[in-house]
């Protein structure tokens, strides 16, 4: 049996409150792929084109779906749409921004959009930074994420947070310098408020059985199970392979 899909622009035109973008962008989420994307479109298309439009926080809702169905293309084109409108974004937008530029492998965008933050009066919050850091991971430009993360915390821009350290940890086993990943787990333990978790033990785990160092893969997993951090199928898997 099949179900017929309803008419959004039928649900958008009895609407009588801006609120009402919210609830509908929040249908978004439950749809499936295709039609997701396809029912995002459309209310971006009708919120465009309202006197006065809807203010940034609502664009927000109806684009964070689309960079989740990793439509980093797409997604841009529609900032790039609401620049053109000239309505107000905030630093949550400038992120999406950044992170569809990461994605893409599009990093000296990215960092171009981080001067325009500044120029625009809002402040880099720890999500900016985060997607940075990860976007030059992503590129392969590990070595200028972890010169970025130092200067992070040199000049006390920002307070690394779980997702931070976790990336640069990624990135330093990605570039095989699983020592130094190791090193920045010991100093988490007992210089900051943040404390390894199983994805970082994972990640030291699989790149010390990748570099042959399995005896040093099974303290720290022994290190990891003692503090009650349970082991996933991946630690498991890297061991097995180590051994």
């Given at each position: ?14 609407r ?5 973008y ?13 039609h ?67 994605r ?25 930074y ?47 310098h ?30 010390l ?6 005896d ?15 082991a ?12």
């Open positions: 049996m099949m179900c017929s899909r309803p008419n959004l622009r039928l649900l958008i035109s009895h009588h409150s801006p609120g009402d919210s609830t509908t962008s929040t249908r978004l989420v439950a749809n499936s792929g295709a997701k994307l396809d029912d995002a479109l459309q209310l971006f298309d009708e919120m465009l084109h309202k006197k006065p439009p809807p203010c940034i926080i609502k664009f927000n809702k109806i684009i964070t779906p689309i960079v989740k169905l990793k439509h980093y293309s797409t997604a841009l084109s529609l900032l790039k749409q609401i620049n053109l409108t000239g309505i107000p974004t905030s630093i949550y937008t400038m992120n999406i921004f950044i992170n569809c530029y990461c893409l492998k599009q990093v000296n965008y990215s960092f171009a959009l981080l001067a325009t933050i500044f120029k625009l009066g809002h402040p880099p919050d720890l999500a900016t985060n997607t940075l850091i990860n976007g030059l991971v992503l590129a392969n430009r590990v070595f200028e994420a972890i010169e970025l993360f130092k200067k992070l915390i040199r000049d006390k821009l920002c307070e690394p947070n779980q997702v931070m350290y976790g990336t640069v940890i990624n990135g330093l086993c990605k570039v095989g699983t020592s130094k990943a190791l090193e920045l787990c010991r100093f988490m333990k007992k210089g900051t408020s943040c404390e390894p978790n199983q994805v970082m033990y994972s990640t030291i785990i699989d790149s059985c990748k570099d042959r160092m399995v040093d893969a099974l303290r720290l997993f022994n290190e990891m199970t003692q503090k009650g951090i349970h996933n199928v991946i630690t498991y898997t890297s061991l097995i392979h180590g051994l």
